[in-house]
């Protein structure tokens, strides 16, 4: 029922006489919808509901100020200060949200066009500066160039390379962790850590690393941390990597899996039917193969890059279309289907591991980059005119933030708004990319600028259109996972273009541009796996021992897929159970890798700001991540018991990580106190 007002309203906010609880079809003049939600947005007034269906509420000189009009202040019944708050902050941000589509048409636009403003400058103005402070030498001869064998060394274009690299590093980590952070956290932190984060921490982590790794002969981070910090440095590094690459794994193959299990739908009348997951898996494993096609090809006739982007590049958007029309055709006849497509991707990845980079890692990468380029301009498309084509249906309708705590094992916005996005502002997953295979690739010095620092900006970007994918989606209920949120909004973006007719190739393109994400990385993740057991126990020269190495590394995941409990409607998904601490180990690890770096310019007497700076921050956020899950681990243990499961394990990890870099810590203040010997020479610059 609704109260009379007291006074009425001849100008300004319309003369049209309402009630203060009206209802959403009220007729209003325009005038008075755009003065009360305006004001609704500063939050002047609209203490009931959303601004668009509830009147002005203020005093009448206010009411004469602020909308022109005249009249006397309406009267309203009294109500508790606290349940008028909570009233005044839900109509803001209504107002702000379902009600105010014109301004949400000028933010996304504005946010697309900001991110890529402050990234340029970034790349040509920081980089550039850390590029002069390493003195890049296009006559000193690469790693690539001096120990060319076909395999491992191989100088690449750099084009080339930064297509492979790009799609390495662009994993799972920038996709689900912004998307996850904002459903916790917001999206306005989002935004701030991954644009000045990225600029200031990740890309200089990578960058340095790759720089590091080139002037080290082409060695990993842990051959880098043996020779400046001895051999006790190198074995706890060395464990610490091959743990870390294990939670990699992990996380990343349950996720790869799940974009692969889907549910058919009939379509025209049963005559049509489509399976998600079953056109995502299609288009993968052709797109694999037409990845082996392309290196055999560039292999024996060496064609022009152009031309051989001409053919193979056209040919991956035809595997999706195809994709769509034999989907039913992949769905395993399992109970636990996305258990037979995680062990399968392991055994993938152990063959792809071994194989020679020319093969499948480069091919393979520089098509996934297209792939990445083409959701990166779909995603800006989506973002400059999905407005004006759909309008309301690119709407920010999540809260710019939510809370400073978030509850259960993510706990507060510090630190675990950073652990959480993960890749997308920074990772140490890349400074093993860029030192395990990256390194062995670049022709000339100064490539390293655009490969290392130039990807890590793109990375930022992928982490920003997939963070517009999720605050586009009305907040209410649940949310499905974060594949299923990127390749959806990937593929509305795609609409904007193609129309919402043709949304199954679109979404099903989308879906296969996240599994190209992972599962690059989960092969690289293998790679590099095999790499540290090698430089471990001195197999770098043998096959066999090749192999044996790659099967070691993925023993752990394919127990962890085996045994992860199946997935239902209202459970937790089994990645979620390690994305804490595969995030924080990940960023520690990059803090570990700027320290020996640190270590390493020091010694050379080279400038060590832009790497130290960097190191304490990420060292911080991150141990004190750490010590907050092992807090909650061995919280949940003394509550439930002893029990061997995935908290317990976490904890105990947890416990390990915190050893390791602070073990890592000492080895390194001996290093700068000059306590430990030098090693043998290396260029800085």
């Known amino acids: 029922m609704s109260r009379k007002r007291a006074g009425s309203r001849p100008s300004g906010c319309g003369s049209t006489a309402i009630s203060s609880t009206s209802s959403p079809g009220t007729e209003r003049s325009p005038s008075s919808s755009r003065c009360c939600v305006t004001r609704a947005r500063r ?97 000193s001869e690469t790693p690539a160039v001096r120990r060319a064998d076909g395999e491992d060394f ?93 939670y990699v794994i992990v996380a990343f193959a349950d996720i790869t899996a799940s974009t692969f299990v889907g549910k058919t739908e009939e379509f025209e009348g049963g005559t049509f039917s489509f399976n998600p997951g079953g056109a995502v898996a299609a288009a993968s494993l052709m797109y694999l193969g037409l990845s082996i096609v392309m290196g055999l090809v560039d292999r024996r006739w060496k064609p022009p890059l152009w031309l051989t982007t001409l053919i193979f590049v056209p040919a991956t958007l035809g595997v999706v279309w195809l994709g769509t029309k034999v989907s039913t055709s992949f769905v395993l006849p399992f109970e636990n289907p996305q258990r037979a497509w995680g062990l399968g991707i392991l055994v993938y990845c152990f063959i792809a591991s071994l194989l020679p980079v020319w093969l499948l890692l480069q091919p393979r990468g520089y098509l996934g980059g297209f792939v990445l380029y083409l959701a990166l301009a779909a995603g800006v498309i989506g973002l400059f005119f999905g407005g004006l084509r759909y309008p309301g249906e690119f709407d920010i309708r999540m809260p710019a933030f939510k809370t400073f705590d978030a509850g259960g094992p993510f706990g507060g916005l510090f630190p675990f708004l950073f652990v959480t996005i993960a890749c997308g502002a920074c990772s140490g997953f890349h400074g ?80 296969m541009a996240f599994s190209t994400f992972v599962f690059d990385t989960l092969d690289v993740s293998t790679r590099l796996g095999r790499y540290v057991l090698e430089e471990l126990f001195g197999w770098s020269k043998k096959r066999k021992a090749g192999a044996l190495a790659a099967a070691l590394t993925l023993l752990p995941p394919a127990y962890f897929v085996a045994t992860a409990r199946p997935p239902a409607p209202g459970v937790r998904p089994a990645y979620l159970d390690f994305w804490t601490l595969f995030g924080t180990s990940n960023q520690l690890l990059a803090a570990l890798t700027l320290l020996a770096v640190t270590v390493w310019l020091h010694r050379e007497k080279r400038r060590i700001w832009y790497t130290a700076v960097p190191m304490v921050c990420v060292m911080t956020v991150t141990l004190w991540a750490l010590i907050a899950q092992i807090r909650h681990a061995f919280g949940a243990i003394r509550q439930g018991g002893f029990s061997l499961n995935t908290a317990t394990m976490n904890g105990v990890v947890g416990v390990l990580l915190v050893g390791l870099a602070i073990a890592l810590l000492i080895e390194s203040s001996r290093a700068l106190l000059g306590r430990t010997p030098a090693p043998a020479e290396t260029r800085a610059g």
């Open 43 to 139: 939050g002047r007034c609209g203490r009931g509901t959303s601004a668009s269906s509830t009147p002005c509420s203020n005093a009448s000189i206010r009411w004469k100020r602020r909308c022109g009009g005249s009249g006397t202040r309406p009267t309203r019944a009294a109500a508790p200060r606290s349940e008028r708050s909570r009233a005044s902050r839900e109509a803001r941000n209504a107002a702000s949200t379902s009600a105010a589509w014109p301004y949400t048409r000028r933010v996304l636009p504005l946010l697309a066009l900001g991110v890529i403003v402050v990234l340029t400058v970034g790349y040509f103005s920081y980089g550039r500066l850390i590029a002069r402070n390493y003195a890049l030498n296009d006559a």
């Open 154 to 246: 191989v100088p690449t274009k750099p084009f080339y390379l930064l297509g492979q690299h790009f799609s390495a590093i662009a994993a799972a980590g920038p996709i689900a962790g912004p998307i996850l952070a904002a459903q916790m956290f917001g999206w306005v932190p989002c935004v701030l850590w991954i644009g000045f984060g990225v600029i200031f921490i990740g890309a200089v982590h990578d960058f340095s690393a790759l720089v590091a790794s080139v002037r080290h002969d082409g060695e990993s981070v842990a051959e880098i941390v043996r020779r400046q910090l001895g051999r006790r440095a190198w074995l706890l590094i060395l464990t610490f990597i091959w743990l870390a690459l294990i």
């Open 432 to 511: 093993l990319v860029c030192s395990g295979t990256t390194s062995k690739q670049i022709a000339k010095e100064s490539h390293t600028h655009p490969v290392g620092y130039g990807a890590m900006l793109l990375e930022a970007f992928v982490a920003i259109i997939a963070l517009t994918t999720v605050i586009t989606l009305a907040p209410e209920g649940k949310l499905p996972g974060p594949g299923k949120i990127y390749g959806d909004g990937v593929g509305r973006f795609m609409t904007v273009i193609l129309g919402k007719e043709h949304f199954l190739f679109a979404a099903t393109f989308g879906a």
